[in-house]
């Protein structure tokens, strides 16, 4: 029996993706797992596989056209097999387009009239998210997506030769000369389109500061023991399969979140959400911003598989190849800045994540050992956590006791 493909929702904030290509196309055979088109999000161009056998027997959209999340784009079936056997796209497509703008309250079918409200345009939710951000008129836009509605690419159209609107227009009242005189040269100054990632992490990150209760926890770890042990480890190892400091801190979190399953959850309504699986999140910085990829119970992986994995999830998202599954399920994050000297630093927690670990670098200091000065090895990181979740002395705990399996690395090699 045929099937019809949707487009899937690539994260909890997700309203809709651009299809940018087929890669499978129609009459084409394929097996579940397969890449079946490329779909692109605020965030990345995301590989999306198929999840049936057999042969593409129709594409119900066109590359180009952004399609809201739960909407058919394809139909997969037996060779041959009549589409009749498929309910009529044209209906399922009209019931998804009123689930989706009933969830904005607006009447999705109207059309725009002179003189109407800009609520009974007829735009997909992120267009008008992005058009609401930035003081854009939907009235006075020609949408392009499918009967005629308005789609992000649309938006971003009117953005790039947009004059700024009226009301962002702020009277400059004349000022006295100034004391110094400016340089005989004036240096003009630039404006610069956000693009869709940076659009996406803005979103995120004023959604997290604005509704997360931010509390912020530094503790100072001794990794003497692990860089001594890192380099043992990586002398019997190819080029390609090095660990990373990185590697030996996502094991030591995921193992440390057994034991403070409050920090390994989610916030659903009015219960807290303590999640089975420990998948550690890992920010990556991409072409404009940050991805998050997500290593699946990490703890229960060897410190090696979650370095081939996170290597690989890294690659293809700076190549804008990531897979659905790279990016989804992170219930804990963890950002790195250790590579570029930084001391400490705190970071914003990931919706709907309870809490982020920001690491900074391994530095040589004077220590005191025993009453003398040492040269130690030190390295500083911040548990950001969600005050709703979990308050100070638990946070504090949870930093003690990665302090224990960061400071005592073989048991990384052995669990």
Not at 54 to 69: I, N
Not at 176 to 198: F, N, T
Not at 289 to 314: N, P, Y
Not at 334 to 346: H, K, P, Q, R
């Amino acid at each position: 029996m045929a099937e019809t493909v949707t487009m899937p929702k690539l994260g909890f904030d997700m309203a809709e993706g651009l299809l940018v290509r087929w890669v499978k196309h129609e009459g084409e055979a394929v097996q579940k797992g397969e890449v079946l088109a490329e779909i692109e999000t605020d965030k990345a161009t995301v590989e999306v596989q198929s999840t049936f056998d057999g042969v593409v027997l129709k594409h119900l959209v066109d590359q180009g056209t952004s399609v809201p999340v739960g909407q058919p784009i394809a139909v997969i079936g037996a060779p041959g097999e009549a589409l009749e056997t498929v309910p009529l796209v044209a209906d399922v497509v009209q019931k998804d387009a009123v689930l989706v703008d009933a969830a904005t309250g607006v009447a999705p079918l109207a059309q725009a009239q002179e003189g109407q409200p800009q609520g009974t345009v007829k735009a997909s939710p992120l267009a008008r998210r992005m058009a609401a951000e930035r003081g854009l008129d939907l009235r006075s836009l020609r949408g392009s997506g499918p009967g005629g509605r308005i789609v992000r690419r649309d938006v971003e159209t009117a953005l790039t030769g947009a004059v700024a609107p009226q009301s962002a227009i702020v009277a400059i009242e004349p000022q006295a000369a100034p004391l110094v005189q400016p340089l005989s040269v004036a240096v003009s100054g630039e404006r610069v389109a956000l693009d869709k990632l940076r659009q996406a992490i803005g979103r995120r990150m004023v959604e997290a500061k604005q509704t997360l209760p931010h509390f912020y926890i530094t503790h100072e770890y001794d990794v003497e023991a692990l860089l001594t042990l890192r380099k043992q480890v990586n002398q019997a190892l190819p080029e390609e399969e090095k660990l990373s400091v990185n590697d030996f801190i996502i094991k030591a979190v995921a193992l440390t979140l057994r034991r403070y399953p409050n920090l390994n959850a989610s916030i659903v309504g009015t219960e807290l959400l303590r999640h089975g699986s420990v998948n550690g999140g890992v920010a990556v910085s991409v072409a404009g911003g940050l991805l998050t990829v997500v290593c699946k119970d990490a703890d229960r992986k060897s410190l090696r598989r979650i370095s081939a994995e996170v290597k690989q999830m890294a690659a293809r998202a700076r190549a804008g190849k990531v897979r659905p599954e790279d990016i989804e399920g992170s219930t804990f994050s963890i950002s790195n800045l250790g590579m570029f000297d930084v001391e400490n630093f705190a970071a914003i927690i990931n919706p709907p994540e309870a809490a982020i670990l920001a690491v900074g670098s391994a530095r040589s200091l004077p220590v005191v050992v025993e009453g003398q000065v040492q040269v130690g090895t030190r390295m500083k990181a911040t548990l950001s956590a969600d005050h709703r979740v979990t308050d100070g002395v638990e946070a504090a705990q949870f930093m003690q006791a990665l302090a224990e399996v960061l400071e005592q690395p073989l048991r990384l090699l052995l669990d």
